[in-house]
T-cell receptor, first 110, second 112 residues
Framework: SQQGEEDPQALSIQEGENATMNCSYK?????LQWYRQNSGRGLVHLIL?????REKHSGRLRVTLDTSKKSSSLLITASRAADTASYFC??????????FGTGTSLTVIP | EAQVTQNPRYLITVTGKKLTVTCSQN?????MSWYRQDPGLGLRQIYY???????DKGDVPEGYKVSRKEKRNFPLILESPSPNQTSLYFC???????????FGPGTRLTVL
């Protein structure tokens, strides 16, 4: 399947530090999306990176994509307590289904 | 305001009592999905719809039904709920499979 696997499963950092989480996948993709979920709430889309892009920025977020290694990373710079959430990647290939992994749980300590 | 709405937000029911969770979007999106989220298993797609009258099974369709008679609505039907369907359910919509998805607030279902 196109399911992504996020790593690490859990991450705890101090406010102001950078947080990096990774996503690995197994099949060819057209794009890869990252989402955030605050506890018990619906997911919120963060960024979409296409297969022909290597890096994309959005505010304090930086996403990289390495299709040769079938991996992506999400970097959150200068983290804030409000960034505490779970983060999910969703690789998008040629199929019509949508797959999420089990996510990375990020805790930012004030 | 662009949004996906789900109702009810919370539901406690008993085994075998048919129920429907409604989902509606006001963004004229073609692609709609239902997911369930369970601890340690992440989000799993139950059913999805590419457009009106077009629905397909996701990863965990057993025990669920859906319909897409209108573009904006995508109800999830549990004909005979069982305790293993106790979960947090999300509806989502997007322009297409490869666009960002907009999620509803979730429905927390408990089947006793």
């Amino acid at each position: 399947s196109q399911q992504g696997e996020e790593d690490p499963q859990a991450l705890s950092i101090q406010e102001g530090e950078n947080a990096t989480m990774n996503c690995s996948y197994k099949t060819s993709i057209n794009n890869l999306q990252w989402y955030r979920q605050n506890s018990g709430r619906g997911l919120v889309h963060l960024i979409l990176i296409r297969s022909n892009e290597r890096e994309k920025h959005s505010g304090r977020l930086r996403v990289t994509l390495d299709t040769s290694k079938k991996s992506s990373s999400l970097l959150i710079t200068a983290s804030r307590a409000a960034d505490t959430a779970s983060y999910f990647c969703a690789p998008g290939g040629g199929g019509n289904q949508f797959y999420f992994g089990t996510g990375t749980s990020l805790t930012v300590i004030p | 305001e662009a949004q996906v709405t789900q109702n009810p937000r919370y539901l406690i029911t008993v085994t075998g009592k048919k129920l429907t969770v409604t989902c509606s979007q006001n963004m004229n999106h073609e692609y709609m999905s239902w997911y369930r989220q369970d601890p340690g298993l992440g989000l799993r797609q139950i059913y999805y719809s590419m457009n009106v009258e077009v629905t397909d099974k996701g990863d965990v369709p057993e025990g669920y039904k859906v319909s897409r008679k209108e573009k904006r609505n995508f109800p999830l039907i549990l004909e005979s709920p069982s305790p293993n369907q106790t979960s947090l359910y999300f509806c989502a919509s997007s322009l297409s499979r490869n666009n960002e998805q907009f999620f509803g607030p979730g429905t927390r279902l408990t089947v006793l």
